[in-house]
T-cell receptor
């Protein structure tokens, strides 16, 4: 079955620096990959979607890359701010259709002033 | 309006109780989802409704019974739950159930089963 791995340890960075989060997957070839942000006790919020035929996607300070050869996606937040502190989840389209999503365990990001 | 609402926010129930979780969206979306999320774990899909028909049931125990009365509403009926069912229950919706559609999540219902 498909497996999704994200850095299980928290990522601590200084304000203004670029945060880079990693999502690796195995035993699967997703058609697309999504990144969500989740704050404690809240539902996930969609950030970006990248398709298998796209190498990179950007939205304001966010950038996602998708390397189907390495089976990896990188998620970058440039000029990070304390308000960016949250858990970031990557999600792949699951088998069986119907827009089914399979989430990684998430990486907790802490941006320090 | 890109909001998905869920009620109640918190629910405490005994193992013999019957309760229901409610989810509503007014974005005209035709796909709706129930997820279960345990502490420090990712959301896990339970059910998918597409055009008000149950399309995916991820082998969820029958003590969880979903219902989609119309395209805006999604319910999850709970009966004879176990303490291990305590979790955050998230509802989501998307334009439809085609692949690659953004899912919009509600704030969740925090359920505690005693």
């Amino acid at each position: 079955s498909q497996k999704i791995e994200q850095n299980s340890e928290a990522l601590n960075i200084q304000e203004g620096k670029t945060a880079t989060l990693t999502c690796n997957y195995t035993n699967y070839s997703p058609a697309y990959l999504q990144w969500y942000r989740q704050d404690p006790g809240r539902g996930p919020v969609f950030l970006l979607l990248i398709r298998e035929n796209e190498k990179e996607k950007r939205k304001e300070r966010l950038k996602v890359t998708f390397d189907t050869t390495l089976k990896q996606s990188l998620f970058h937040i440039t000029a990070s701010q304390p308000a960016d502190s949250a858990t970031y989840l990557c999600a792949l389209d699951g088998p069986g259709g119907y827009n089914k999503l399979i989430f990684g365990a998430g990486t907790r990001l802490a941006v320090h002033p | 309006d890109t909001e998905v609402t869920q009620t109640p926010k918190h629910l405490v129930m005994g193992m013999t109780n019957k309760k229901s979780l409610k989810c509503e969206q007014h974005m005209g979306h035709r796909a709706m989802y129930w997820y279960k999320q345990k502490a420090k774990k990712p959301p896990e899909l339970m059910f998918v409704y597409s055009y008000e028909k149950l399309s995916i049931n991820e082998s969820v125990p029958s003590r969880f019974s979903p219902e989609c009365p119309n395209s805006s509403l999604l319910n999850l009926h709970l009966h004879a739950l176990q303490p291990e069912d305590s979790a955050l229950y998230l509802c989501a919706s998307s334009q439809d159930a085609s692949g690659g559609e953004t899912q919009y999540f509600g704030p969740g219902t925090r359920l505690l089963v005693l």
